[in-house]
């Protein structure tokens, strides 16, 4: 899937703002940014529901909106909302759903696998929030699509659903199949994901596998344990200028800088240099979420 230079407004609201991205076959690829970012609006062009009003949409080669019937049976979606008839029940709007695909999946084992089966008499507007929420990736992967979209898949969902959510997807991706799909779970994106967007603004600001984001300009900490009073200040000089080191309490030492093997290395050769020997070092590298916080900043809009 391809988006090129989209841009998309509310009004004088500019949500999308000349954002390109790519979307490998076969991948999981992630859709990240702060709330108002323009993730949906982007999801919601490829998907066919908005015609973009500059810039180009391929999606499995083709244009979401001119080509919408043949897409159709080929394309899985879960909306953040929505989608579902409140009245009907569970099952019977799995069952249905499956009956509109050439080769669905089984529905009733599908709905057993996400822990759908006691309440598969419930009508929609009755199940609590993350039933529906189970409910509505169920009715976007019963049909055995070949690219699935799914807007925060695991939002309201408990830690049990959450694993069985990721379990499933990784086995779609097993199968081949490729998704998106937008998440502010960065555990869940650095987890599953292989290829990361980080959207903000209207705009992709970076891009890369999970491992590639957090090793880009990482800041990390390395922790480790000597004899108290160690001269971290010649250690320091012996370190690149901008990393620290301080004696945290008596014998604890934290160092922080960009970590990388040289690092690591510089510092345990002072130490042996020194005849200071090093116990429990512990590195510590940057999380998804500190590298999203340092893209995206750590004040909310
Ligand atoms: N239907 C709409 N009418 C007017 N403005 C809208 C509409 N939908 C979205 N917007 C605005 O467009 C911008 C992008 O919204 P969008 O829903 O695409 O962001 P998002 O990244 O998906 O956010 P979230 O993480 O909160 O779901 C926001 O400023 C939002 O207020």
Same mark, same amino acid.
């Given at each position: 899937m391809q988006v090129r230079d989209l841009v998309m407004r509310y009004g004088s609201t500019t949500a999308v703002d000349g954002l390109s991205l790519d979307v490998p076959e076969g991948s999981i690829t992630a859709v990240l940014g702060p709330n108002g970012a323009g993730k949906t609006t982007t999801v919601e062009t490829?998907?066919?529901?908005?015609?973009?009003? !500059?810039?180009?949409? %391929? +999606?499995?080669?083709?244009?979401?909106? &001119?080509?919408? +019937?043949?897409?159709?049976?080929? +394309?899985?979606?879960?909306?953040? !909302?929505?989608?579902?008839?409140?009245?009907?029940?569970?099952?019977?709007?799995?069952?249905?759903?499956?009956? &509109?695909?050439?080769?669905?999946?089984?529905?009733?084992?599908?709905?057993?696998?996400?822990?759908?089966?006691?309440?598969?008499?419930?009508?929609?507007? %009755?199940?609590? =929030?993350?039933?529906?929420?189970?409910?509505?990736?169920?009715m976007a992967?019963?049909? %055995?699509? /070949?690219?699935?979209?799914?807007d925060e898949p695991t939002a309201g969902l408990d830690p049990q659903a959450r694993r069985a959510t990721w379990e499933l997807l990784a086995e779609l991706r097993g199968a081949g199949v490729t998704v @998106?799909?937008?998440?502010?779970?960065?555990? /869940?994106? /650095?987890?599953?994901?292989?290829? +990361?967007?980080?959207?903000?603004?209207?705009?992709?600001?970076?891009? =890369? !596998?999970?491992?590639? &984001?957090?090793?880009? =300009?990482? %800041?990390?900490?390395?922790?480790?344990?000597?004899?108290?009073?160690?001269?971290? @200040?010649a250690l320091m000089e012996a370190l690149p200028h901008d990393t620290k080191v301080e004696e945290v309490e008596g014998g604890r030492y934290v160092l922080t800088g960009e970590i990388d093997p040289r690092l690591l290395a510089d510092l345990t050769r002072w130490c042996a240099d020194h005849d200071v020997?090093? /116990?429990s070092v512990l590195v510590e590298r940057q999380s998804l979420e500190d590298r999203f916080l340092d893209l995206t900043g750590r004040t909310l809009r």
């Open positions: 490829c998907e066919g529901f908005r015609a973009p009003q !500059s810039g180009s949409v %391929r +999606v499995l080669g083709l244009d979401p909106r &001119l080509d919408a +019937v043949r897409l159709r049976p080929r +394309v899985g979606v879960m909306l953040q !909302s929505g989608g579902a008839w409140t009245g009907s029940r569970a099952t019977e709007m799995l069952r249905h759903m499956a009956s &509109l695909h050439a080769h669905p999946l089984d529905p009733d084992a599908l709905a057993d696998r996400l822990g759908l089966a006691s309440c598969g008499r419930t009508p929609y507007r %009755r199940l609590s =929030g993350g039933q529906q929420q189970r409910l509505s990736l169920a992967v019963v049909g %055995r699509p /070949e690219l699935l979209f799914l @998106v799909l937008t998440t502010h779970f960065m555990d /869940e994106a /650095e987890q599953l994901s292989d290829l +990361v967007h980080v959207v903000d603004a209207g705009t992709v600001i970076a891009s =890369g !596998s999970p491992a590639e &984001l957090t090793a880009a =300009g990482a %800041r990390g900490t390395i922790r480790f344990a000597a004899r108290p009073g160690v001269d971290v @200040v020997l090093t /116990e």
